[in-house]
């Protein structure tokens, strides 16, 4: 039976008068799949880091887009490089999607990756890969919006690992809750 309490829409004041946190909260109750961008430095070394911004755009021509901090290390790499993958990652890789946001020069400590065709990085055991060119990056306040163009990609079935309410989960643990 549906809990009318807890359905009832909680009113918060406009985004701009908010408390960051309770923003965080509301935006966290949207549940999402976590990926991690991979790429190479400058220095033609593996850079990556864990998003769940990822969102499927179009399919012809087949784009994505993810979104990225302004000012950080990350933002500079995409700029600079032009090109990238999206790792999505599957349920049993937590670890992982944890690394790839600590310290830069441990993120592909001991990480199984092979290159692309191309060059890239690409993880393995992932559910699925887009390998693709930056078409544009869209000023979108503290962020930008990367679309890119998928040039290739490969999937496989299994889990997903997913990311909702500020925690990992998986989509069996979310089955029934709430
Ligand atoms: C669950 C989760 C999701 C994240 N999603 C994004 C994202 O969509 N875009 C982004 O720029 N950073 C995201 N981050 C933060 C990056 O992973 C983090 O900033 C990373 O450490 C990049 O740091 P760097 O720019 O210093 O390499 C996320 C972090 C976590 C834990």
Not at 8 to 16: E, R
Not at 78 to 87: A, D, Q
Not at 139 to 146: E, K, S
């Amino acid at each position: 039976m549906l809990n009318v309490q807890s359905a009832l829409p909680v009113n918060i004041p406009a985004p701009s008068a908010a408390p960051k946190p309770e923003l965080r909260r509301a935006f966290g109750r949207f549940a999402t799949g976590i990926a991690i961008i991979t790429t190479l430095d400058d220095q033609g070394r593996p850079y990556g880091l864990t998003i769940n911004s990822f969102v499927s755009v179009s399919m012809e021509p087949p784009m994505i887009s993810w979104n990225v901090i302004r000012g950080s290390t990350a933002h500079q790499t995409i700029s600079r490089t032009g090109r990238f993958v999206v790792n999505v990652l599957a349920k049993n890789q937590r670890e992982l999607a944890q690394k790839m946001t600590g310290p830069i020069e441990h993120r592909f400590v001991s990480v199984p990756y092979h290159s692309s065709t191309s060059g890239l990085p690409v993880l393995h055991d992932t559910l699925a890969t887009f390998e693709c060119d930056v078409h544009s990056m869209i000023a979108a306040g503290d962020h930008d919006i990367v679309l890119g163009t998928v040039q290739q990609f490969t999937h496989r079935d299994g889990r997903p690992l997913v990311y909702w309410q500020g925690a990992y989960a998986t989509a069996m643990a979310c089955d029934g809750d709430h």
